[in-house]
């Protein structure tokens, strides 16, 4: 006779398999969209040529504290485009040469390809999935747990 899965996890093991499996969505989705992003953009040398906007942290260094770097890259067919880097800029100051990455069929979506290729696809990602796959052999390893606790004991 099969058993149901309720019978083997409590209400606490399903609640932390659904965040699991949330977390683990919360990675595959951006995951996902960067991969696309990735495989459709193009890579350009930019230079920082100013500051930008403030940023919350207040990073030390030449700049105005807290500020961005405003960097300025040319496309394949010619245009000019700056735009703010971001917390990633954060260590970039004009005159420095960076690697750009941008979408060519909107030129507005760009951003220091350092960022772009380890906090987009592997910190934030990573951290949401190593985070649902502990839970999820957390809930493993209890389910196992019990199973061998309840056939010691018959």
Avoid at 22 to 42: D, E, K, T
Avoid at 86 to 96: L, T, V
Avoid at 119 to 134: D, E, H, I, N, W
């Amino acid at each position: 006779m099969q058993r149901s899965l309720a019978a083997h996890v409590n209400s606490n093991g399903l609640a932390i398999s659904l965040m699991a499996v949330v977390a683990i969505l919360f990675a595959a989705v951006p995951i996902g969209y960067n991969a696309l992003f990735l495989a459709n953009s193009r890579l350009a040398s930019g230079t920082g040529v100013g500051y930008g906007r403030e940023l919350s942290d207040n990073t030390k260094g030449s700049r105005p504290d807290g500020t961005s770097a405003v960097i300025e890259f040319t496309t394949v067919s010619g245009k000019t485009v700056r735009f703010d880097g971001g917390s990633a800029s954060r260590y970039i100051d004009p005159g420095d040469h960076v690697s750009v990455r941008y979408d060519p069929d909107d030129t507005d979506h760009a951003m220091v390809d350092e960022d772009f290729l380890l906090v987009r696809l592997t910190y934030l990602p990573l951290t949401f999935a190593a985070l649902g796959l502990a839970a999820l052999l957390a809930v493993a390893w209890t389910i196992l747990h019990s199973r061998i606790q309840r056939s010691a004991i018959q």
